[in-house]
């Protein structure tokens, strides 16, 4: 069990460096554009990359941001539920499972239907889209499996792997 949860940890974080290294791709994208303005050179599709680049820079980090107790989380309701903390949690964990598996089955769906069908981003780049899809659909995945993890931790220890938020902290002062 150890070993599923170091391995899971360690993908979550993985994921998350990669997240961060398209952050700092766009601005190496939006520096090289600056550049190209500059000079007068042509640099087609910079627009088109950045924003690949921001989606997957997003997916990939939200396995690791849910971990880390760095989404959105209901804490003041579930703070208010007391010793009731563990049905909302069970709740909020279920709904989330189910949410972010069904985002994860049509990220996929739509990376294979992009490859059937030879498409093509509209921009200057032409772009195959399923070779930018991937990395949404495999966050996606990724973030469905760690609502999964969660949900899972959660029945069987009645506490969840998610990192507290800055107001559970400051409730325990």
Known sequence: ????????????????I?????????????????????????????????GYLMAASSF????YALNHGAHIR??????????????GELWALVIGT???SYLAWFAVKATKWSYKLHDVSQGQDATPIWIVQIP????????????????????????????SDMVDQSQGE
């Open 60 to 63: 990939l980090a939200f396995a």
């Open 136 to 163: 949404m659909a495999f966050g996606a995945v990724l973030l469905a499996i760690c609502f999964f993890d969660n949900l899972v931790t959660l029945i069987l220890t009645r506490r969840d792997n998610i990192g």
């Open 18 to 50: 990669i997240g961060a290294v398209c952050l700092v791709a766009i601005l190496c994208v939006i520096v090289a554009q600056m550049v190209a303005r500059w000079s007068g050179v042509a640099f087609p599709g910079s627009s088109e990359y950045a």
């Open 74 to 87: 209901v804490s003041l309701m579930l703070t208010a539920l007391g010793r009731h903390r563990f049905w």
């Open 98 to 100: 189910a949410a972010s």
């Open 1 to 16: 069990m150890k070993v599923i949860r170091r391995f899971l940890d360690k993908l979550y974080l993985a994921a998350g």
